[in-house]
Every structure is written in structure tokens, then in C-alpha cells.
């Protein structure tokens, strides 16, 4: 069964840091293209970032420079350094599979997500 788990999520102050977990089963996650979303309360999900089986990354304009996206091959497991968190960070985060573009969603389903808090 193919799973993405995320994890790592929590409750931050402003300007701190977390690193998120996307741990894949079932498949080889290196083959993939791997994004990361969040979806805000009342808000819909956006995308954030993704890596493709080549290593090149997307960022969205309002994380660029804060968030780094990485793979480790071995544990099967995508991650998502977040530095410099703001208020408006604050969301779910999931990860899924999606196409080369990182423009469409493969994924059938959503996972449970994790929880990012930052606020002082």
C-alpha cells in the first residue's frame, strides 16, 4: 500500500524553526515528484514546495528563502526545513505526490497532515 505520513509539526515563536517529515512506505519516494502543502484555517490548501527524482525544487514566492525542501534517499523520507516562521505559517502541512510540473496532484488521497503553530 503506497502511504505518506507527515510529521514533525508543532508549536513555535515567531522567527523559529521546524523540520517536517514526509515518510513514505510502499514505494520508492526517489522516483517521485514530492510536494509540500498547508492548508490555514478557512483557507484553501496551497502548495509550498516540491522536489523532483532529479533533485531541482519549486518554492512558493511567499516561502522562498525561509523553507528548504530535501530528500533523504536512504530513509525513504522527504523533509521541509522551515527557518524564519511567521504567524501566517500557521497550517496543516501534508505532502503527496505530484507531477513533474508540481502543477497537479497524483495523489488519490490526503493524509492526516501535521500541525504548524507559530505564534508567541
Known amino acids: 500500500q503506497l502511504q505518506l505520513v507527515e510529521s514533525g509539526g508543532g508549536l513555535v515563536q515567531p522567527g523559529g524553526s521546524l523540520r517536517l517529515s514526509c515518510a513514505a512506505s510502499?514505494?520508492?519516494?526517489?522516483?517521485?515528484?514530492i510536494g509540500w502543502f498547508r492548508q490555514a484555517p478557512g483557507k484553501e490548501r496551497e502548495g509550498v514546495s516540491c522536489i523532483r527524482p532529479s533533485g531541482s525544487t519549486n518554492y512558493a514566492d511567499s516561502v522562498k528563502d525561509r523553507f528548504t525542501i530535501s530528500r533523504d534517499n536512504a530513509k525513504n523520507t522527504v523533509y521541509l526545513q522551515m527557518n524564519s516562521l511567521k504567524p501566517e505559517d500557521t497550517a496543516v502541512y501534508y505532502c503527496t505526490i505530484l507531477n513533474y510540473k508540481c502543477d497537479t496532484v497524483l495523489g488519490s488521497s490526503w493524509g492526516q497532515g501535521t500541525q504548524v503553530i507559530v505564534s508567541s
Open positions: 510502499g514505494f520508492t519516494l526517489s522516483y517521485y515528484t
